[in-house]
């Protein structure tokens, strides 16, 4: 058996994959949690200057976006969220669900995984099927700096029997690579790359990350569907524009989607 695939996460092991930038991250390991999303949203640490890392080896009611469940297994797979704190009055984040999306295909891509793609506005694919999902979620104000908690789940080894819904499939790390990353190094790289990204888009804006977005756009010129909105819309996908919304190219002309509660299918 891998033994990658049934580890627990361990501290010590992220510390040392995270190396000199270790200090600026305080990471929480749990055995089980029911959301690691919903625990730092109704219990969120206070501001020391690190960002806050809640991880558990398995979610027992993990969230997708528009009220999805995120399935989790034993060793399945790598539940994580992160809480990030912008400067006082900075305006709402947008876009920051793609840039996450972006950190966890160049941590994948270092890894030496190949054709990875992303679907706005928050999911990372595998040559089309679904390999990690982001959910994005803003702190209550209450004079609190702004912030927002940051969920990612990345399948490392399904089940033979998982039964996961997603249109155009799942994939896993396994399928992927010949020998996947342990949990805890594969958390330590993400954690790197989401703070690398998240130091520019916060001096900068998504527009200095949207050329690498736009390179990994799993559905760039191709014609799709938006469903959720009042009617449903279709058009060209042209990708983001520089605050992370959705342009698409319609029969009357090019249409600006924000994420909100929207879904988008390949027509």
């Known amino acids: 058996m891998d033994h990658s695939a049934c580890e627990a996460l361990d501290g010590a092991e992220v510390a040392a994959a995270l190396g000199g930038e270790a200090a600026g991250f305080s990471v929480q390991i749990l055995p089980e949690c029911d959301s690691t999303n919903s625990r730092l949203l109704a219990d969120p640490p206070p501001d020391d200057g690190r960002v806050h890392v809640l991880a558990a080896d398995v979610q027992t009611a993990g969230r997708g976006r528009r009220g999805r469940v995120w399935q989790s297994w034993p060793g399945a797979s790598l539940t994580f969220s992160a809480l990030w704190r912008f400067e006082p009055g900075a305006p709402v984040p947008a876009g920051l669900s793609l840039v996450a999306g972006l950190a966890v295909a160049r941590a994948l891509e270092e890894l ?50 998982a039964c996961v819904d997603y249109p155009t499939g799942v994939t896993d790390l396994a399928a992927c690579l010949t020998q996947p990353p342990g949990a805890s190094q594969l958390l330590g790289l993400v954690l790197l790359q989401l703070h690398r990204l998240l130091d520019i888009y916060a001096a900068a804006g998504f527009g200095a990350l949207r050329g690498a977005w736009q390179q990994r756009n799993a559905f760039a010129d191709l014609p799709v569907r938006i469903l959720g909105e009042a009617e449903e819309l279709a058009g060209i996908c042209l990708g983001a524009d520089e605050d992370g919304a959705l342009l698409l190219q319609t029969a009357d002309g090019l249409r600006r989607v924000l994420s909100g509660d929207v879904s988008l299918r390949v027509a």
Request: charged residues 20%; hydrophobic residues 40%; aromatic residues 2%.
């Open 112 to 161: 030496g995984v190949e054709g990875v793609q992303l679907k706005w506005p928050n999911d990372v694919l595998i040559h089309g099927h679904k390999l990690a999902g982001i959910l994005v979620e803003l702190l209550p104000g209450r004079g609190r700096t702004p912030a927002a908690v940051i969920g990612i789940g990345i399948n490392r080894r399904l089940p033979p029997d």
